[in-house]
């Protein structure tokens, strides 16, 4: 079964500065990885994915991810925080390895809170 | 708007109260799903429904009983919770998790 570690619990940065959060999988052969958002007191949003083709992936708010099949890592970065982006983050990856009904299900990770401070 | 319609947003329930969480998609996902989010703790799947049917039930009390009527609606049945029940609860839909799940906006609830 497919596991997800969300290194860091929790992330504080100042505005503007850079940021990563770090996620490793269990090895597989075929996943497709995801990050999610959550903002306080809401449900997760799809922030980004990777399926296929270009290992980095982009979202429409400046994040960006990079699949690294080698290290099993799916990392999300942004070159500039922004208060608005404290938030709760978490990775996720689909097995597409595991049969029956188990196909495709989603395994999360901890979550990574993520504190931008003026 | 995600897809994904709970409601109540928000329950306010004594222990001895009977409730029901309601989730709702139009996606034409064919599997849906609920989620435990309690403070400072993992997000835990409780259930899982393919095709109206319940594929997974990791280890739930049963004072929490899910039904999923056809593949649009999916709903937590709750009855004389205890305190530590209270929290988040997420559904989810999805196409078989392929390209991710689409959540629901949850419900907070508080057990009194």
């Known amino acids: 079964a497919q596991s997800v570690t969300q290194l860091d619990s929790q992330v504080p940065v100042f505005e503007e500065a850079p940021v990563e959060l770090r996620c490793n999988y269990s090895?597989?052969?075929?996943?497709?990885l995801f990050w999610y958002v959550q903002y306080p007191n809401q449900g997760l949003q799809l922030l980004l994915k990777y399926l296929s083709g270009s290992t980095l992936v982009e979202s429409i708010n400046g994040f960006e991810a990079e699949f690294n099949k080698s290290q099993t890592s799916f990392h999300l970065r942004k070159p500039s925080v922004h208060i608005s982006d404290t938030a709760e983050y978490f990775c996720a990856v689909s097995d597409l390895n595991a049969g029956g009904t188990s196909y495709g299900k989603l395994t999360f990770g901890q979550g990574t809170i993520l504190t931008v401070h003026p | 708007e995600t897809g994904v319609t709970q409601t109540p947003r928000h329950l306010v329930m004594g222990m001895t109260n009977k409730k029901s969480l309601k989730c709702e998609q139009h996606?034409?996902?064919?599997?849906m799903y609920w989620y435990k989010q309690s403070a400072k703790k993992p997000l835990e799947l409780m259930f899982v429904y393919n095709f109206k049917e319940q594929t997974e039930n990791n280890s739930v009390p049963s004072r929490f009983s899910p039904e999923c009527p056809n593949s649009s609606h999916l709903f937590l049945h709750l009855h004389t919770l205890q305190p530590e029940d209270s929290a988040l609860y997420l559904c989810a839909s999805s196409l078989r998790g392929i390209y991710g799940y689409t959540f629901g906006s949850g419900t907070r609830l508080t057990v009194v």
């Open positions: 090895s597989s052969v075929s996943v497709y």
């Open positions: 996606l034409g996902h064919n599997a």
